[in-house]
């Protein structure tokens, strides 16, 4: 049975990486000998330089350079950064123009004769202070003499910079010194001046002495803000029976209040205080006398003369205690005003202490500065002392100068290095070549698989047809027969009707057009075709060639196509006088008749409107193979009044662009495009699965 398939499953990313593979080795078996002769480009280039490249000779020499470098004697030689500095510096010199012109000037006197260039190249021997210096030339000898003399130029141009830097240090040393001794000097008098001013001497006692003054008088400032506090918060009996006492009697005489023990034992209330004493004693009786007083009651009747004696006794007592609570009060309040005006005098004097406090800090910050400023000079000046002293003008040209560790080798002959060059070569005419083959398979959007369709088009693909050209004899691609051996290219036409039968609305679709966007697709072969397999499923179908300038629809059935749909649409016979018989019973056939340049006008004629009812009436599908859509207007002029159209593109042949004008252009005419068909696909290709099997399809 067949399966409709009519859109391929998404690709993944390996199948389309696969596809292009594909392509382009093809496009290189196709195009090979643009890589043979990009290749054959890269070996003449290197070949030519091989021939006229001069021998070279080489000699080397080596350097070495003490330890001990001037200027780094306090610094570790093989930290890093010390090390790199002075090895790149060494590189840069016996490579620069002054070392290399002086060497050439020593060279061309002694050998004038056999004056030619050299190539300097310095190396360093890592972790060591030894520099092989390498020289390439054509002349042997020269190259020899001019290692050493670019060797000996080196050290001579060291030598002249460590004189002009040890003078120069020399000179820059005394300069500083003597602008270092000057700003001492300055900074020395400015700071005697400042300690007479402002008589430093006992400065540091004195402001030891505010410090502790100062801490005092804020000590003094939140005892009294504690006792206001519980002054203003106590009632006269709180004040009286209160286990902290207060010193309501006053300040001392520094301003801040008279601190009593309060860890004293037995201390209560006012302490010591009369009115204390005074409360506790008559507080004591009014209990004594209350509890009499019930004790008589019940003896005496209430009228007794000392009933009411001892009951007024009690008034009195009790009046005694209200007026002690009064002067409890008044005495609190007095003490708060007291405490205030204390408060008042303490901020005062706290302000003062503290801003006699900060100018003292200013005074003693600047002490210290200039005093810091001082001692800095003097240690920079006995530095640069020890520096001056240092600088021996003698010894400092001879320290750290390179020495000759070996002389110029003999010349040896260069390796001209053939295989490399000539690998080389190869290297590039294979770059180059695949360079070209890449950009000329990127610039080429013929389409050649499906994963390339479903990239560009979103129509879908109703058919795959594959290539069977091989198969082609001398009157063309034979068409199907019921025993064709043609075993996967009869199973690609039977998955098309499949895809075409199960399509939705089929009951409906009776009239389709086969076309292209260009001439040499195959359009022809594969309307004639699908009639072939549709007819061969017993539908009674109706192939008729409207490709009026180069239908060739009667040759592939060997037909006599002197009469047909022209000779119908001029009048001058009738269609079923033209209706041609195949060996498939359900198949009919329709040739185009004579050639004509007027195919539009007689496509455009209402007898073709006429035409396509009756065939309607007469057949269960028609089948019009017409003109390639960008070659003539044909097309879009006749698909319009059709159920569908097919699209055939060949694989390899027609390029994306191209059939998406075709497209446009039929969607312009508001043509129902039922999909595409992959015609001439090569079956190699990696996404072409469908057919794979053909022995399978053989059985």
């Known amino acids: 049975m067949d399966s409709p398939n009519p859109t391929p499953p998404p690709r993944s990313a390996n199948s389309v990486l696969g596809v292009r593979f594909y392509r382009f080795r093809n496009l290189l078996r196709k195009q090979w000998w643009i890589l043979a002769l990009t290749v054959g480009i890269g070996l003449g280039w290197k070949g030519w330089y091989l021939i006229n490249q001069p021998d070279y000779f080489e000699s080397s020499s080596e350097l070495s350079v003490p330890e001990e470098v001037k200027g780094l004697e306090e610094k570790s030689l093989f ?88 003078g120069e240090a020399s000179g820059d040393l005394q300069g500083e010194l003597e602008t270092s001794r000057k700003e001492l000097s300055a900074r020395k008098s400015e700071f005697q001046i400042f300690v007479e001013k402002n008589g430093m001497a006992a400065w540091k006692e004195q402001a030891a002495g505010a410090s502790a003054f100062l801490t005092g008088l804020k000590a003094q400032q939140s005892q009294l803000e504690h006792d206001l506090l519980r ?35 037995g201390d209560a209330g006012f302490g010591g205080n009369e009115l204390y004493s005074q409360f506790l004693e008559k507080s004591r009786l009014l209990v004594q006398k209350q509890a009499d007083l019930e004790e008589r009651k019940a003896v005496w009747k209430p009228k007794h003369p000392k009933l009411k004696a001892l009951e007024r006794e009690i008034e009195g007592i009790q009046l005694n205690i209200s007026v002690i609570k009064k002067q409890t009060a008044d005495a609190a309040a007095s003490r708060i005003g007291a405490i205030k005006n204390d408060l008042k005098s303490l901020e005062v004097s706290i302000a003062t202490s503290t801003e006699k406090m900060n100018e003292a800090s200013k005074k003693d910050n600047e002490y210290s500065r200039l005093e810091s400023e001082v001692n800095r000079l003097q240690k920079q000046e006995e530095q ?40 080389l070569g190869l290297l590039a005419g294979l770059a180059s070549g695949s360079l070209v083959l890449f950009l000329m398979n990127r610039s080429d959007d013929r389409l050649s698989s499906s994963t390339e369709i479903i990239e560009h088009f979103s129509e879908p693909i109703l058919g795959q047809i594959p290539d069977v050209s091989d198969s082609r004899g001398t009157r063309g691609l034979p068409l199907l027969d019921q025993e064709d051996e043609r075993y996967t290219y009869a199973e690609a036409f039977r998955s098309l009707r499949s895809s075409l039968i199960f399509m939705p609305n089929q009951a409906e679709m009776k009239t389709l057009i086969v076309t292209s966007a260009i001439p040499n697709e195959g359009k022809s072969t594969i309307a004639s075709n699908l009639a072939v397999t549709m007819a061969a499923s017993g539908a009674r179908v109706l192939l008729v060639d409207a490709d009026l300038r180069r239908g060739d629809i009667a040759q592939l059935f060997d037909l006599d196509g002197r009469l047909g749909l022209t000779s119908i649409l001029r009048g001058e016979t009738k269609w079923k006088e033209v ?57 879009p002029t006749l698909a319009p009044n059709f159920d569908g159209t097919l699209m055939v593109v060949r694989a390899g042949f027609t390029s994306a662009h191209l059939t998406k004008n075709a497209l446009e252009s039929l969607y312009q005419r508001q043509v129902n495009v039922l999909g595409l068909i992959l015609n001439a696909i090569d079956a190699d290709m990696p996404d072409y699965h469908y057919y794979r099997y053909p022995k399978y399809y053989a059985a």
Do not use: C, W
């Not at 455009?604 to 960008?630: C, H, V, W």
């Open 384 to 423: 640069l002392v020890a520096d001056l002293r240092k600088v021996d003008t003698k010894t400092g040209l001879d320290a750290g100068l390179p020495t000759i560790r070996r002389h110029a080798t003999p010349p040896v002959p260069v390796p001209r290095g053939t295989i490399k060059h000539l690998l």
């Open 231 to 265: 002054l203003q918060n106590l009632k006269p009996d709180q004040l009286l029976l209160s286990t902290q006492p207060l010193n309501l009697g006053g300040g001392n005489p520094g301003g801040g209040p008279t601190l009593p023990d309060s860890g004293a034992k």
């Open 79 to 166: 930290r890093t950064e010390y090390y790199e500095e002075y090895v790149n510096t060494t590189m840069r010199n016996l490579q620069s123009i002054e070392v290399t012109d002086a060497a050439h000037r020593r060279a061309d006197s002694e050998m004038p004769n056999n004056v030619s260039e050299v190539k300097i190249t310095p190396v360093n021997v890592p972790r060591t202070m030894i520099f092989s210096v390498t020289g390439r030339g054509t002349d042997p000898d020269y190259t020899r003499r001019f290692v050493d003399a670019t060797v000996e130029e080196f050290i001579s141009f060291r030598k002249s910079q460590r004189k002009g830097a040890v």
């Open 579 to 635: 209706l041609h018989a195949t060996k498939y019973p359900t198949l009919s056939i329709i040739s185009r008749g004579p050639v004509t340049n007027q195919s539009g006008e007689l496509l455009l004629k209402p007898a073709m409107l006429t035409l396509l009812d009756e065939f309607k009436e007469a057949f269960d599908l028609i089948i019009f193979n017409t003109a390639p859509i960008l070659a003539t207007d044909d097309t």
